[in-house]
């Protein structure tokens, strides 16, 4: 009994007790009436059920503009904190990381009542500011990562080829960066689709997102047809990493 | 002459540290020079301010008598071939080598007739379509040089473009690099630390050291008439030697006499002697032999055989020849006038300045050393400790300053050591004890090791 595969015994456990039952479950409850027969009226039920779309179409374009905003500001920071000329010590980066070793709800209440404070109208803009401030050290971090690693001599060669460093920037650099860029949007999207706190804190439940109403379905007992929405859910993921597929490319994205 | 870079009064510092000072050099256009020297020499960073990556401190780099200060690297009329290629992943190998080309908007037609015509001259026809990571190495490195070359530079910077191939691959591009530079007709400026591919390659080499420039000259000059021990030792195999000039034309090294053809260093002055080891002869008639040695050791090298033999004066001298003697056998030798070649020395003992402490210690390198100077305490001194005076200990602790091991000459009955200190400064130290490079030392200092004495003067007397 000292093969050292057996080491891995407690981890497949926890695998299959934790993260594939549960899949199962979902699976499960998604095709299953109240009474445990199987249908799929529940999957009909979200497609001609008006609310529960539009909703899903808010929560895709709200993750979609979180994305890209997250993009916008966080691509920049990344390429300062990972340029030594700008950036001269690790403390900057640290300082960037931080706010991910506070728990997000915290954070998303503190956010909330700051609002409140200054008199701003809960709503979409803060709804967003809420996201971009939860979600911005998730892409900043991998696109750091790979800029950091980027041999300089890319950069060098385009410049010495006749190119501005602007050229340079756009034409080499960019491109060379985009394992780094997909980690960030997956790190984001995916998260952003299913959050339910930030905007139940940070917009009073004006604006519902596709989390949410899992969530109230779930809560109001209505387990099948939270199931079947998180199956829809979890269908979409699995679509965006899909993204994904060049797997060599991700060579020092995340970490 | 046509010089088409002059270099002027060139300096550059990291931090604290000084890469590279006061170097002045020009390039005659269309030759093929070569920036050598050991890794930390500063030739990288030359290139890179040729470059225009790098600023330097002081000084300046002209073109065609025109200041390249103010222009930025992608407006200068030259190209870098990388030392790891720096191959954009993300293109293939004919976006790579018409990414200069469409960056200045050449016709579609005329780039695609130029990076034909490229690929062709690098022997790499076909390969346009290949994505660049599934080359090898060495096609790896033509598609660099081509990248470089189809923007037609007047100049071409090349960063140890070999050091990443193997060495029969590493010897077919030397050939192929020297003809690519003789059917182009611009100036190459080489930079590698492999002296025998400097030797290959160039028409002129600059031999640096330490940020400064050694020797400038032909391959033949550089091997033939080293001005100095770190040029005879970095090029070539040598038996570098102590010696005494008698008077012009009349040198002695390892207790013996010897007809050389070097004049106007004075008489009786001290002197470095270098010896080529396939330079010392084998003889079987008295009459020729100058002096006799016992073969200590005999191998098989390829071409020729290397023997250390122990001369009748106990130094230990390194020879090269075709045929081989065997080990324990006396045998005659002779050395051709012409083959013995004179280096001023370059200093005859290490001057320090420092303040006296107290009667019976001397701060120098900012350490207490126990020194009787006979000076009141403040008095500025110029200590000067002999070679051999200096005391290299295992233990650091043991030492007053730590230092490394920097640069190691063997001069057949001893070791020349050149120790850089913690805070920089160099010392230099005779001794028999064998260390390696690299190895840190406690130091301290010794007189009874030396014949000579530590002398200590005052400063300002010095000064007048």
Redesign the interface.
Known sequence: MSKRSNWSIPYAIFLVFFVVLPLVLVMVYAFQDSQGHFTLGNLAKFFTDKDALSTFAVSIEVALENTALCILLGYPAAWILANKQYNKSAVTIVLFIMPMWINALMRTLATAQLFTMLGITLGKGTLLFGMVYDYLPFMIYPIYNVLAKM?K??A??????????W??FW??TV??SMPGVTSGILMVFMPTVSTFAISEFLTNNKIKLFGTIIQENINSSMWNYGAALAFVMLIIIGITTLFDKDKEQLEGGLI | MDKIIEIKNLSKSFGDKKVLEDINLYIRRGEFITLLGPSGCGKTTLLRMIAGFLQPDEGSILMDGKELAGVPPHERPLNTVFQRYALFPHLDVYDNIAFGLKLKKVPEEEIEKRVRRVLKLVAMSDYEDRDVETLSGGQQQRIAIARAIVNQPKVLLLDEPLAALDLKMRKDMQIELKEMHKKLGITFIYVTHDQEEALTLSDTVVVLNEGRIQQIGTPVDIYNEPVNCFVADFIGESNILKGRMIRDRRVAFIKHEFDCVDEGFGEDVKVDVVVRPEDIYFTTDPAKCQFKAKVNSCIFKGVHYEMWVDTDTGYELMIQDYDPYPVGSEVMLYIDPDDIQVMKKERLCNTLYGTVKDAETVTLLDADFPLKSGFEPGTEVKVEIPFEAVDLMDNLDDGIIDGEVHFILYMGDHYHLTIKTDDGDFLWVDTNDIWDKGDLVGIRLNPENSKKEIKITKKDEQAQ
């Open positions: 041999d001599s890319y060098e060669a385009a410049v010495d080829l006749g190119a501005t460093p050229t340079a034409k080499v491109p060379l």
